[in-house]
């Protein structure tokens, strides 16, 4: 059973940080590329970051030098810090792991509000 586990998500104020971690399991890590994707209210999910096994990584214009996503290939696990948070990054967000198939984590809310 593949489970893809999300956590770090909650409140915070303009120009804060969070970091939120994804735990797989049930999967061979190494033949994913992982990612972050994030929808808010009224909006289709977009990729955030994503990141390959030899962590090559992508990012969406509007959070690049912002956010960084990382991977532990030992633990099946990603990450990703997101600095100097804007009202505009509020959103669920949902960690996915890519390649022949696709899914998904059950997503975690980010809200950035003063």
Do not use: H
């Not at 970051?49 to 030899?54: K, S, W």
Request: hydrophobic share 35%; net charge positive; charged share 15%.
């Amino acid at each position: 059973q593949v489970q893809l586990v999300e956590s770090g998500g909650g409140l915070v104020q303009p120009g804060g940080s969070l970091r939120l971690s994804c735990a797989a399991s049930g999967i061979i890590f190494r033949f994913y590329t992982m990612g972050w994707y994030r929808q808010a209210p009224g909006k289709q999910r977009d990729l955030v970051a994503a990141i390959t096994y030899g962590r090559s990584t992508n990012y969406a214009d509007s959070v690049k030098g912002r956010f960084t996503i990382s991977r532990d290939n030992a633990k099946n696990t990603i990450y990703l810090q997101m600095n100097s948070l804007k009202p505009d990054d509020s959103a669920v967000y949902y960690c996915n792991a890519a390649a022949s198939e696709n899914y998904w984590g059950q997503g975690t809310q980010v809200t950035v509000s003063s």
